[in-house]
């Protein structure tokens, strides 16, 4: 056998036999029984001739999400220009594994220079997919439709309502900012 310094890329699934322990100390995602070193999962063998260890890269990929999907997720990071939203539903429907998004709010209309506060941690929020380049899924709350579906009170943390024209804290009186949906405070919103 000639040592090639490329990978093999064969593919196995859970058990297969993809090397023997002589030849290769076991790696990532394999595991070693009966003089043999097997595959945990199914996908792409990977050899490091150098490290004489031999590992299974995942075949299994999430799905994608595409331009113009409407998601809807819980902001788990806002910065001053950027929030972080791990996306749960998407044109409706639950995903188990959840996908990251963010929204840039620096794009946002604000108007004359004033910095508005978009999105707060904890807001759960309903945006559209503006572009999916080099997999980073780049978030849009700007139409009337999308943005904060349900918040807590800067102030006392008490769940907002709607309550006239601005959301206002029902307990301590805090008038809310945000993007809002336009069915924010609305008894039956859908995602
Ligand atoms: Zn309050």
């Given at each position: 056998m000639s040592k090639r310094e490329t990978a093999e890329k064969k593919m196995v699934l859970p058990g297969d036999v993809?090397?023997?322990?002589?030849?290769?100390?076991?790696?990532?995602?394999t595991y070693e029984q009966e003089d043999s070193v097997r595959a945990t999962l199914p996908g792409q063998v990977e050899k490091d001739l150098s490290k004489r260890e031999v590992a299974v890269r995942a075949a299994v990929r999430p799905k994608a999400l595409a331009v113009g999907d409407v998601v809807v997720g819980q902001v788990e990071a806002a910065m001053s220009s950027t929030a972080g939203v791990r996306?749960?539903?998407?044109?409706?429907?639950?995903t188990l594994g959840g996908f990251p998004g963010t929204i840039f709010t620096r794009g946002e209309r604000g108007g004359r220079g004033v910095r508005r506060t978009y999105v707060k941690l904890g807001?759960?929020?309903?945006?559209?997919?503006?572009?999916?380049?080099?997999?980073?899924n780049q978030l849009s709350i700007e139409e009337p439709h999308l943005g904060v579906l349900a918040t807590l009170c800067s102030v006392c943390?008490?769940?907002?309502?709607?309550?006239?024209?601005?959301?206002?804290?029902?307990?301590?009186?805090?008038?809310?900012?945000?993007?809002?949906?336009?069915d924010f405070g609305s008894p039956d919103i859908r995602p």
């Open positions: 993809i090397a023997s322990p002589e030849e290769f100390m076991p790696g990532k995602n996306i749960t539903f998407v044109n409706g429907r639950q807001d759960v929020v309903r945006a559209k997919v503006s572009s999916t380049l080099n997999g980073m943390g008490t769940p907002l309502t709607k309550d006239g024209r601005a959301p206002t804290c029902q307990v301590c009186g805090s008038v809310e900012e945000r993007k809002f949906a336009d």
